[in-house]
């Protein structure tokens, strides 16, 4: 069972323009959220995150968005650039999941130049 | 440079087989970790390491099995290698294991893509 979903495997947009990707959460006890980024043959890189006593969390171009009552949270790439172009996974933990992260399936954006 | 490495970058192993992957990072992280990740389904934990001297399983553990003999390595082991083990395999590591209010992250390895037959 899926805890955490991205419901997009892909994206493309404008170079840019605004990058949306979305992540969903059923585990309404996650406290922290990261966001990853991966390029291919490599592991995934870190790049931001956001705990529940945020709403937003925001480092240069990337800004994270956390909708508790949705169960739901979004990265924003602002302005996006053919280097993002990579695969982005969510991942969340919580209290009384112990020591583990669970992670989205990923959604591949491309960049378009 | 610090970092983790993972060994060995790829392998086919035929099926029965014993196989360990190796995981090393410099960075004197107390947790470790081992995901696998396959299509579809995104990275799940396998096994987890808090510190020196003790493991906990994740959410895949069946198959697999982990020693952490000291703070730098963390070995994974398939005892009998079966194909659905086929996938690509992360080790990680963060500063500490996660808690309540924690703000670590984890870094990862650059992965061993492993192939059963």
């Known amino acids: 069972d899926q805890q955490v979903k991205q419901n997009s495997p892909s994206l493309s947009v404008q170079e840019g323009r605004i990058s949306i990707l979305n992540c969903d959460y059923t585990?309404?006890?996650?406290?922290?959220f990261l966001w990853y980024k991966k390029y291919p043959a490599e592991g995934p890189t870190f790049l931001i995150s956001?705990?529940?006593?945020?709403d937003k969390n925001e480092d240069g171009r990337f800004t994270v968005f956390l909708n508790k009552s949705a169960k739901h949270l979004s990265l924003h790439i602002v302005p996006s650039q053919p280097g993002d172009s990579a695969v982005y996974f969510c991942?969340?933990?919580?209290?009384?999941?112990?020591?583990?992260?669970?992670f989205g399936t990923g959604t591949s954006l491309t960049v378009i130049p | 440079i610090a970092g983790i490495t993972q060994a060995p970058t790829s392998q086919i192993l035929a099926a029965g087989r014993r196989m360990t992957l190796r995981c090393t990072q410099d960075?004197?992280?107390?947790?470790m970790y081992w995901y696998r990740q396959d299509l579809g389904l995104g990275l799940r934990l396998i096994h987890y390491?808090?510190?020196?001297?003790?493991?906990g399983k994740g959410e895949v553990p069946d198959g697999y099995s982990v020693s952490r003999a000291n703070t730098d390595d963390f070995p994974l082991t398939l005892a009998s290698a079966v194909p659905s083990q086929t996938s690509v395999y992360f080790c990680?590591?963060?500063?500490?294991?996660?808690?309540?209010?924690?703000?670590?992250?984890?870094?990862f390895g650059p992965g061993t893509r492993l192939t059963v037959l």
């Open positions: 390491s808090n510190t020196a001297g003790t493991t």
């Open positions: 585990n309404s006890m996650f406290d922290y």
């Open positions: 956001i705990s529940s006593i945020k």
């Open positions: 960075m004197r992280h107390n947790a």
């Open positions: 990680a590591s963060s500063r500490r294991a996660y808690r309540p209010g924690s703000t670590d992250t984890q870094y």
């Open positions: 991942a969340a933990s919580a209290m009384n999941t112990g020591n583990q992260f669970y």
